[in-house]
Every structure is written in structure tokens, then in C-alpha cells.
Nanobody, 119 residues
């Protein structure tokens, strides 16, 4: 059974930092690519960052502020978020992106973790 459990969110002020964690179980632990996504109120879920074989990829709005990493021994993916901005407010999820971008990610979404950044 595949399970993705996100944690580490919270209410912070602009300029603060948070580190999110995503614990994977089951077949999700073998996914070569893992990514973070986020969904702000009233918006669609969007890609934030991905990691594959040591290479990392970021959406433009978080480059230089967020860092994705992966600990295969712990089956955990992290997202270090620095210099947070109010526009980073969203529910954050992890998943394994499909190789075809138009298709949904491989696994059932977890519950996500709420990040709220105040001014």
C-alpha cells in the first residue's frame, strides 16, 4: 500500500523558514523522481520542486529560496523553505510525477501540510 504523509507546515511570518517532510511507504519508496506541489485557496495544485538522481528542479517563484532533498534510507523527501512570502501560503503535497507531464502523479495524494505566511 502506498502512503505519503506530509508534515512540518505551520503559521509563520514573512521572511521565516520551514522544513517540510514527506514520509513515503510502499511502492512510493522506489519512485525515481519525487516532487513537492502546492495548492493555494481557489487555485489548482501546482508544481514546486522535484528531485531525481541528485538533480533538482524548481518553479521560478521559489528558486533561490527553497531546497528539495531526499533521504532514501529514511524514505523521506524534504523541502527547506527560506525567506517565505505570503504568496507561498498553500497546502503542500508530495508525490511522484508521471513521466508524461499531462498525466496525474503516480500515487494517491496524502493529506498535505498547511503553510501559512503572514505579513
Amino acid at each position: 500500500q502506498v502512503q505519503l504523509v506530509e508534515s512540518g507546515g505551520g503559521l509563520v511570518q514573512a521572511g521565516d523558514s520551514l522544513r517540510l517532510s514527506c514520509a513515503a511507504s510502499g511502492r512510493a519508496t522506489s519512485s525515481p523522481t519525487m516532487a513537492w506541489f502546492r495548492q493555494a485557496p481557489g487555485e489548482e495544485r501546482q508544481f514546486v520542486a522535484a528531485v531525481r538522481s541528485g538533480y533538482t528542479y524548481y518553479t521560478d517563484s521559489v528558486k533561490g529560496r527553497f531546497t528539495i532533498s531526499r533521504d532514501n534510507a529514511k524514505n523521506t523527501v524534504y523541502l527547506q523553505m527560506n525567506n517565505l512570502k505570503p504568496e507561498d501560503t498553500a497546502v503542500y503535497y508530495c508525490n511522484a510525477p508521471h513521466s508524461a507531464p499531462a498525466l496525474p502523479p503516480l500515487w494517491t495524494w496524502g493529506q498535505g501540510t498547511q503553510v501559512t505566511v503572514s505579513t
